[in-house]
């Protein structure tokens, strides 16, 4: 864990100084992201013009839905998507070599090699959409709601995170997965609503298949207390699973990888 930090500090001190060239960049990812952010609240407002609740789900509750989404949006979007991306780039053109010759776990260094360090404003604004989601509401969220949210909010990484090792690990065996990579991302968009409100193959396909429901919809409701000891272990349990599997795949790939010179 503290290999893992240093590294990511290494990292993002690259990624500060690869963004400092390119200032211009930063100013309109910001207004893209806050564009998003502005339609996705937008729709929110749109709907309860119509309506009182949404499966069950109050106007403040799918706020701080948005918030998590972002939250989490940011952080794969901060570290994991781009590392992995790279990651699969090497793979096609041999630079992944370099990386097993480097004293750290390769997993690791795939992981963590690439910082957008930008998409820490998609991490800001779902903290303050959160945040102002549960004081507008007078939402009483104390210590309890807080822990499991974070419990949660941890669960959901740890399944995000191996899912990805997943797909970018098939990159030993196919040269292109960016078809993937590009479902992955139109089922992320459905978790900006509440899993239960869809049919129900497409809440067991985000539930199961592409575990979007334990990364966004259980941490929003953690932190309205509503989330069951089930869902948790649930959560915990998929987490362990794909994180020993995803280890495990990764492992496989390693010994598929025959090199540049091959």
Same mark, same amino acid.
């Given at each position: ?9 290494? =990292?993002?001190?690259?990624? #500060?100084?690869?963004?400092?060239? +390119?200032? !211009?960049? =930063?100013? %309109? ?8 952010? *502005? ?12 309506? &009182?609740? #949404? ?10 839905? $948005?918030?998590? @989404?972002? %939250? *989490? +949006?940011?952080? %794969?979007?901060? $570290? ?16 992944? &070599? +370099? ?25 800001? #604004? ?8 549960? %004081? ?35 990159? =030993? ?6 078809? #993937? ?16 409100? @869809? ?13 979007? !429901?334990?990364?966004?919809? *259980? ?37 598929? +990888? ?5």
């Amino acid at each position: 864990m503290v290999r893992a930090i240093r590294l990511l500090g290494v =990292f993002l001190r690259i990624g #500060l100084l690869g963004e400092a060239q +390119y200032r !211009a960049n =930063f100013v %309109i990812q910001l207004l893209e992201t806050g564009l998003g952010l *502005v339609t996705a609240l937008g729709t929110i407002w749109i709907v309860f013009s119509q309506t &009182d609740t #949404l499966g069950g789900w109050g106007p403040a509750e799918l706020a701080a839905l $948005v918030g998590v @989404y972002f %939250i *989490v +949006y940011g952080g %794969i979007q901060l $570290v994991v998507a781009p590392s992995l991306q790279k990651f699969m780039e090497d793979i096609v053109s041999g630079n992944f &070599d +370099y990386t097993l010759t480097k004293p750290a776990d390769a997993q690791l260094l795939s992981s963590l090699s690439e910082v957008r360090v930008w998409r820490v404003a998609d991490v800001v #604004l779902g903290i303050c959409v959160l945040t102002a989601a549960i %004081i507008r509401e007078s939402m009483t969220v104390g210590w309890p709601q807080t822990l499991q949210f974070l419990l949660a909010l941890a669960l959901g990484s740890v399944i995000v995170y191996s899912f990805w090792i997943i797909l970018a690990t098939l990159a =030993f065996w196919f040269i292109r997965i960016d078809n #993937l990579l590009q479902i992955f991302w139109a089922m992320y968009t459905a978790g900006r609503w509440p899993v239960g409100i @869809y049919p129900e193959w497409l809440k067991w396909t985000l539930t199961v298949v592409v575990p979007i !429901a334990f990364a966004v919809t *259980v941490p929003a409701e953690a932190v309205s207390g509503r989330v069951s000891g089930m869902t948790f272990l649930g959560a915990a349990a998929l987490a362990l699973f794909l994180a020993l599997f995803s280890r495990w795949f990764w492992r496989q790939g390693i010994r598929r +990888y025959s090199g540049a010179s091959a």
